[in-house]
């Protein structure tokens, strides 16, 4: 199981964590197999928690687009909003800036096995080739 970002999509979310101290917002994609395929993202203004009701309906309007959501500048809070029946299968991307400016991404699977946990997912290089 690995994620996949279109060369669109990493370049705009490595503009965006070049841009912003914090962000946050949801995944656009598809599942082909095993891999995540992200398109595209949707920025969310920072502290919004959407309520049940709301994820369902925004869920129903990306037609199952919704593949995860990603955080730049994470806290255990946000990960900790990860871990509930409605996220399974959800990925979580950390974006993380590194001191000399580089971006590095993280990505994590919402599981649950008697409890729910995140747990570590490749992530394909489509510049390389590699994971």
């Known amino acids: 199981m690995d994620v996949y970002f279109t060369e669109e999509a990493r370049r705009r ?8 101290s914090r962000s946050g917002g949801l995944l656009i994609g ?8 992200i398109e595209s993202f949707l920025p969310l203004p ?7 009701e709301e994820r369902l309906e925004t869920e129903s309007r990306l037609d199952g687009e ?3 959501e990603f955080y730049l500048g994470a806290t255990e809070d946000d990960e900790r909003s990860m871990l509930s ?3 399974t299968g959800k990925i979580l991307l950390e974006i993380q800036k590194q001191p000399k400016g580089e971006i590095r991404f993280r ?10 946990y995140l747990k570590d997912i490749d992530i394909f ?5 590699e994971e």
């Open 85 to 87: 029946p409605a996220k």
């Open 107 to 116: 990505a994590r699977r919402v599981e649950y096995e008697d409890r729910f």
């Open 66 to 68: 919704w593949v995860g």
């Open 13 to 20: 979310l490595e503009i965006l964590a070049k841009l912003a």
């Open 46 to 52: 920072p502290g919004t928690a959407p309520s049940i």
């Open 30 to 37: 598809h599942r082909r197999g095993p891999r995540y395929v």
């Open 125 to 129: 290089n489509s510049r390389t080739g």
